[in-house]
């Protein structure tokens, strides 16, 4: 099932020609009412269509919309001094307004009149006005600091619950908590270290208040552990929950030869979605989850073998996706310009595997998993493909493009981000769209 749904990720348009046209220019800034730019390569269902509203924004990670429509993109790295931008509409293409903030990060959420935005250590916020523009981009409050960056899983996801709280993902630098990293010193059967010391202040998801400042790990709490990396999380207002998307480890066959042959490491294992409750356990680094079998198994350094199952006192993942896929950003969708079938389902940016061989690289893709009474429902479906620009390029990994962030237009549109040359790019249900390539790959 697995392979059928890879090999159809790759099949994409032809038509690329002119796609990563610059739509943010400076002669936006002069020019009211823009047209459209089509997103020509772009592969939708039927009756979608792709725009470029903004491009060449720099590494755009997390975005958020405002009720206006105007839209704050953080880049991974500052842009002529600036790691926030703020985008406004203007016809079917958008200008920069405004930009500040001198650091480099991922996360960013608009959130009760304030927009709160992340370096890789720490967490601030901006008071907005009446129509959430921010006030003084000079003066950021610092909600939390100090937060662990050791130059591997760095980046900080937030999100903000309804009653006052902030959730950011501190990821482990490590791939399992090995006594010889695989960065640094890695080698092959390196014994897992236990307990593992780096779930004392990584590996999970903290929650602190949002409007209290200079918070530091003692005045927050591990909400949830055993999660090696997290980068697309998003609150279920459905269910008044958290969920997020893990990254899985890595070098199963490169590590563990006679557990597990190539094949099975390029597919091995999940990229998982958890809901999440305070206390809940996760397993890293002691447990990965085979969503071929559907189980949970233990982690060869510590003691696995490729079929030993793991303690049932790790959570289960609510779904399951092909390993290495690298699930950057996660949004449910609440609008009602879509179709009903997607209503309170999730959409998943994928930025692409690098770590895939002897199979061809994947991903690079916005997928679309249903959701029936607030749990997944049947299988997950290529919802938009063709950024990498070529089945080629997907193949190699030398994607042109790379999806990261997701983001919900106040008209139900959504909105995707690429952190390779910085666009931002519109998708919508209805209307025409002459250059535009339809039906679902699935």
Same mark, same amino acid.
């Given at each position: 099932?697995?392979?059928?749904? +890879?090999?159809?990720?790759?099949?994409?348009? $032809?038509?690329?020609?002119?796609?990563?046209?610059?739509?943010?220019?400076?002669?936006?800034?002069?020019?009211?009412?823009?047209?459209?730019?089509?997103?020509?390569?772009?592969?939708?269902?039927?009756?979608?269509?792709?725009?470029?509203?903004?491009? &060449?924004?720099?590494?755009?990670?997390?975005?958020?919309?405002?009720?206006?429509?105007?839209?704050?993109?953080?880049?991974? $790295?500052?842009?002529?001094?600036?790691?926030?931008?703020?985008?406004?509409?203007?016809?079917?293409?958008?200008?920069?307004?405004?930009?500040? @903030?001198?650091?480099?990060?991922?996360?960013?959420?608009?959130?009760?009149?304030?927009?709160?935005?992340?370096?890789?250590?720490?967490?601030? %916020?901006?008071?907005?006005?009446?129509?959430?523009?921010?006030? =003084?981009?000079?003066?950021?409050?610092?909600?939390? &600091?100090?937060?662990?960056?050791?130059?591997?899983?760095?980046?900080?996801?937030?999100?903000?619950?309804? =009653?006052?709280?902030?959730?950011?993902?501190?990821?482990?630098?490590?791939?399992?908590?090995?006594?010889?990293?695989?960065?640094?010193? @890695?080698?092959?059967?390196?014994?897992?270290?236990?307990?593992?010391?780096?779930?004392? &202040?990584?590996?999970?998801?903290?929650?602190?208040?949002?409007?209290?400042?200079?918070?530091?790990?003692? =005045?927050?709490? %591990?909400? /949830?552990?055993?999660? %090696?990396?997290?980068?697309?999380?998003?609150?279920?207002?459905?269910?008044?929950?958290?969920?997020?998307?893990?990254?899985? %480890?890595?070098?199963?066959?490169?590590?563990?030869?006679?557990?597990?042959?190539?094949?099975?490491?390029?597919?091995?294992?999940?990229?998982?979605?958890?809901?999440?409750?305070?206390?809940?356990?996760?397993?890293?680094?002691?447990?990965?989850?085979?969503?071929?079998?559907?189980?949970?198994?233990?982690?060869?350094?510590?003691?696995?073998?490729?079929?030993?199952?793991?303690? &049932?006192?790790?959570?289960?993942?609510?779904?399951?996706?092909?390993?290495?896929?690298?699930?950057?950003?996660? +949004?449910?969708?609440?609008?009602?310009?879509?179709?009903?079938?997607?209503?309170?389902?999730?959409?998943? /940016?994928?930025?692409?595997?690098?770590?895939? +061989?002897?199979?061809?690289?994947?991903?690079?893709?916005?997928?679309?998993?249903?959701?029936?009474?607030?749990?997944?429902?049947?299988?997950?479906?290529?919802?938009?493909?063709?950024?990498?620009?070529?089945?080629?390029?997907?193949?190699?990994?030398?994607? +042109?493009?790379?999806?990261?962030?997701?983001?919900?237009?106040?008209?139900?549109?959504?909105?995707?981000?690429?952190?390779?040359?910085?666009?931002?790019?519109?998708?919508?249900?209805?209307?025409?769209?002459?250059?535009?390539?339809?039906?679902?790959?699935?």
């Amino acid at each position: 099932m697995y392979n059928k749904k +890879l090999k159809a990720a790759v099949i994409v348009v $032809a038509a690329v020609a002119g796609l990563w046209a610059t739509s943010c220019s400076n002669e936006a800034k002069e020019n009211a009412g823009l047209p459209a730019i089509p997103a020509t390569g772009i592969k939708l269902p039927e009756g979608f269509t792709a725009t470029i509203f903004a491009d &060449s924004l720099g590494p755009a990670r997390h975005i958020a919309v405002t009720p206006e429509g105007n839209i704050y993109v953080k880049l991974g $790295a500052p842009k002529n001094g600036q790691g926030t931008v703020m985008l406004a509409p203007n016809g079917g293409q958008a200008e920069i307004k405004t930009g500040f @903030g001198d650091f480099g990060g991922t996360g960013v959420y608009v959130k009760n009149g304030y927009l709160y935005t992340t370096s890789n250590t720490s967490i601030f %916020r901006y008071k907005l006005n009446e129509k959430n523009e921010v006030i =003084d981009p000079n003066a950021p409050e610092t909600i939390v &600091s100090g937060l662990l960056d050791r130059d591997q899983h760095e980046s900080k996801s937030i999100v903000l619950d309804n =009653d006052g709280n902030i959730y950011v993902n501190i990821g482990a630098f490590s791939n399992a908590c090995q006594e010889k990293d695989r960065v640094k010193d @890695g080698e092959p059967g390196s014994k897992g270290m236990t307990p593992c010391p780096i779930l004392d &202040s990584a590996g999970g998801i903290w929650r602190f208040k949002a409007d209290v400042a200079n918070q530091t790990y003692k =005045d927050g709490t %591990r909400y /949830a552990t055993g999660l %090696r990396n997290v980068v697309g999380l998003d609150w279920n207002q459905e269910l008044n929950q958290l969920f997020v998307m893990q990254h899985g %480890r890595d070098k199963l066959g490169e590590y563990y030869p006679q557990y597990f042959d190539m094949k099975q490491s390029a597919v091995l294992p999940a990229e998982c979605m958890y809901a999440l409750k305070e206390g809940d356990n996760c397993g890293w680094p002691y447990m990965y989850y085979d969503q071929i079998e559907k189980k949970k198994k233990v982690m060869p350094e510590y003691g696995g073998d490729g079929k030993k199952e793991a303690d &049932s006192k790790y959570i289960d993942p609510i779904a399951a996706f092909p390993g290495h896929l690298a699930p950057n950003g996660l +949004l449910f969708y609440t609008g009602t310009q879509f179709p009903e079938k997607y209503k309170n389902g999730a959409f998943i /940016a994928f930025h692409g595997s690098w770590n895939r +061989l002897p199979e061809p690289q994947a991903g690079f893709f916005v997928v679309f998993q249903p959701f029936v009474n607030g749990k997944p429902s049947g299988d997950f479906e290529v919802f938009a493909d063709g950024f990498s620009g070529s089945p080629e390029n997907t193949a190699t990994g030398n994607a +042109l493009r790379r999806p990261c962030g997701l983001a919900q237009g106040p008209d139900g549109s959504i909105y995707v981000t690429d952190d390779k040359i910085g666009g931002v790019f519109k998708i919508s249900y209805g209307g025409s769209n002459p250059g535009q390539a339809t039906g679902a790959a699935q």
